[in-house]
């Protein structure tokens, strides 16, 4: 079990400055890191052409240029049980959506939430999954990377725990397409609608008359704090909402099941 105190220790140590070998040691072991320090020194002399455009460590190339060099091992005959620890000092429900997100999208959909903490500094927050297959930081890193969150440090705590430090303060998180100041048709969704509703001021959302859309609409801050929300308990055919200020993602529900708006919705979204 990983200790709080000390994954806020390891974050603000990350803020100051970027370790590549301690990092590598997290990577791929420390007795991996021994066995091979010659080799791994001499392939990570220019440590600068391991920082991307942003300062960030670029993880991507970090691990794969540990992989052509045969320095990279993510897998076990075996299950085993990995513990890994997220931390951010962004907001819990920002931290659960994105890194919940990187992770469906690289196929671990099943994974424990083992438990959330919190002080003045930030979150922690601990999953469990049983796995084949060690967590591949490049490719989170990549996942992350498309909404603007940055691995800033890893730290391996025991043989399959680990820590990952993150950068949300710039996230901007994937959201469902649509155009402003016209009306605009949004498919039969397979999950609640997600919009970016920044620099909006206002919304009319219309269901189609032979669905019976018991509207969930919550407004919510670029950190995913909510802000407004309305709900209904009978069926709605149009719904308008002024968006407070500070407003920046809007979720469209439908309190019992999303075959209630199978057809879709229409939403009209006005620009400031």
């Known amino acids: 079990m990983v200790r709080v105190a000390f994954l806020f220790c390891v974050f603000a140590f990350s803020c100051f400055g970027f370790d590549l070998h301690s990092n590598i040691k997290s990577i791929i072991s420390e007795q991996s ?34 992989r052509v060099n045969s320095l990279l091992n993510l897998s076990f005959s075996l299950p085993v049980n ?19 997100e990187a992770l469906k999208n690289l196929g671990y959909s099943y994974f424990l939430s083992k438990s959330l903490k919190t002080d003045t500094q930030g979150i922690v927050w601990q999953i469990s999954m049983n796995s084949r297959f060690l967590l591949d930081p490049g490719a989170i890193y990549r996942e992350l990377g498309k909404n603007q969150i940055y691995i800033k440090d890893i730290n391996r705590d025991g043989e399959f725990s680990f820590t990952y430090s993150i950068d949300a303060s710039k996230a901007i998180l994937s959201t469902h397409q649509y155009i402003s100041d016209s009306e605009f048709d949004l498919a039969k969704p397979l999950e609640p609608y ?28 670029r950190d995913l704090n909510l802000i407004t929300q309305i709900k209904s308990d009978k069926p709605e055919k149009e719904i308008y909402i002024k968006f407070p200020p500070n407003s920046y993602y809007m979720l469209i529900d439908d309190a019992f099941s999303l075959e209630n708006i199978k057809r879709g919705l229409k939403i009209y979204i006005k620009s400031n």
């Open 33 to 66: 890191y021994a066995k091979n320090r010659d080799k791994i020194e001499q392939i990570f002399a220019i440590e600068s052409d391991f920082i991307d455009s942003r300062g960030n460590p670029n993880y991507a190339k970090i691990t794969n240029t540990l």
């Open 82 to 100: 990995l513990e890994i620890a997220f931390y951010s000092p962004s907001s819990d429900i920002l931290l659960f959506k994105s890194v919940s």
């Open 194 to 221: 997600f919009l970016n509703i920044s620099g909006k001021s206002e919304a009319l959302i219309k269901s189609y008359a032979s669905d019976s859309w018991i509207c969930v609409i919550k407004v919510l801050d």
